[in-house]
Nanobody, 115 residues
Framework: QLTESGGGLVQPGGSLRLSCAAS????????MAWYRQAPGKQRELVAS?????????SGPVSVKGRFTISRDNAKNMVYLQVNNLEPEDTGVYYC?????????WGQGTLVTVSA
């Protein structure tokens, strides 16, 4: 099970730290990722962090060094730090876990960037 938290309403230029708590899995062998779905758009990959902690940031998403993904295997947690938020970052952010032949999704946490 994956449970996201940390979303909310934030003004442009603000920051948020999204958290995802994993339970019921051997967390440190799973590849983790954050996706987001903007209103009226398809869900898209934001960033991923593999079990060995290699990191990938999605090109199509306007990351521009504002997003930082990390994981804490001791706490079964994965985080997404987002700085200098823009209105275009508005959407539901989902936590994702992948292992060969298996995939898990959280319920999502809503981020709204608005003045």
């Amino acid at each position: 099970q994956l449970t996201e938290s940390g979303g909310g309403l934030v003004q442009p230029g603000g920051s948020l730290r999204l958290s995802c708590a994993a339970s019921g899995i051997i967390f440190d062998i799973w590849d983790m990722a954050w996706y987001r779905q903007a209103p009226g758009k398809q869900r898209e990959l934001v960033a991923s962090i593999a079990s060995e902690k290699s990191i990938y940031y999605s090109g199509p998403v306007s990351v521009k060094g504002r997003f930082t993904i990390s994981r804490d295997n001791a706490k079964n947690m994965v985080y997404l730090q987002v700085n200098n938020l823009e209105p275009e970052d508005t959407g539901v952010y989902y936590c994702n876990a992948k292992l060969v032949g298996q995939e898990l999704w959280g319920q999502g946490t809503l981020v709204t960037v608005s003045a």
